[in-house]
């Protein structure tokens, strides 16, 4: 089946970090579906094995990458070597996170730096690796994953997170919208923000003893998908969005709206 041009990506390289994850997974095999060569940054090498095998028997080339994406340095190396397999890269997705159930009353200052380090430090660092090399190429992409609980603060009834993830989710979308001026024109700068998506961490809330009400907060009746917010993510780094920089796209269900 040939490729919208709108949607084509080919000859185009990507890196996914948390690529081994739900969200990221979805991402990765959508970049690849649309023609992309993609690098997976996981810290579980089985996880992000089994994503690059999806790749690879999509006739697009991977690479595989295990480690902190927190860690400024080894980002750079990582850098170095995707490019070395793959070629330069034209489309960074920021996945890689986590949440943090603790309210500011039980947490300390090491759990709150460590939220921050996870969701935008690791952000930063690879935007920061990956922008001087990009900033030279047309029509290059970012997309970031922050949350719904940027925007709404998390917390109850229905969160995975409270208010040190959203804080940390609160500055992705900034510094989104300030990298979509300073990466201007070349590249484009935009970021997610989901809803509840079922994954492994979430279970306990969308399969929990609140399911029914939860589902009841959502006018689309149903917890998100990884395709869900890989379609975004598909659409973020297709040709069709490069008039696009510094948007927050809400892929929620209708469950949160601004």
């Known amino acids: 089946m040939s490729q919208h041009p709108m949607f084509d990506l080919s000859g185009r390289v990507a890196v996914v970090t948390g690529g081994g994850g ?17 690098a997976i940054v996981d810290l579980r090498p089985d996880a992000a094995e089994a994503v690059a095998a999806d790749v690879r028997a999509l006739g ?8 902190d994406a927190a860690d400024f340095d080894l980002a ?7 490019e070395g397999e793959l070629g330069p890269v034209d489309v960074l997705v920021n ?10 009353l039980e947490m300390t200052p090491e759990e709150f730096d460590d939220v921050q380090r996870r969701n ?9 690796q990956l922008a001087p090399g990009m900033v030279t190429r047309q029509g290059q992409r970012i997309i970031s ?6 925007k709404y603060g998390g917390g109850p009834p229905f969160s995975v997170s409270k208010s040190s993830y959203a804080a940390a989710k609160a500055g992705v979308l900034g510094l989104t919208r300030g990298l979509a001026k300073e ?11 989901p809803g509840l998506i079922e994954t492994p961490n979430t279970s306990y809330i969308a399969q929990g003893p609140h399911r029914e009400a939860l589902l009841a907060s959502i006018p689309k009746g149903r917890p998100g998908r990884g395709d869900d917010v890989a379609a975004a993510v598909l659409f973020f780094a297709s040709p069709g969005a490069d008039w696009i920089t510094g948007e927050v796209m809400d892929v929620n269900g209708g469950q949160y709206l601004d």
């Open 22 to 38: 739900v969200i990221g997974g979805a991402s990765v095999r959508a970049l690849a579906r649309a023609g992309a060569d993609v």
């Open 60 to 67: 697009r080339r991977a690479a595989v990458k295990c480690g």
């Open 76 to 82: 750079g190396r990582f850098v170095a070597e995707i």
């Open 95 to 104: 996945v890689a996170g986590g949440g943090q159930r603790k309210g500011i």
């Open 120 to 128: 935008l430090r690791s952000t930063w660092n690879w935007i920061r």
């Open 145 to 150: 994953i922050s949350s719904m609980s940027a």
């Open 183 to 193: 990466l201007a024109p070349n590249v484009t700068v935009n970021a997610i923000c």
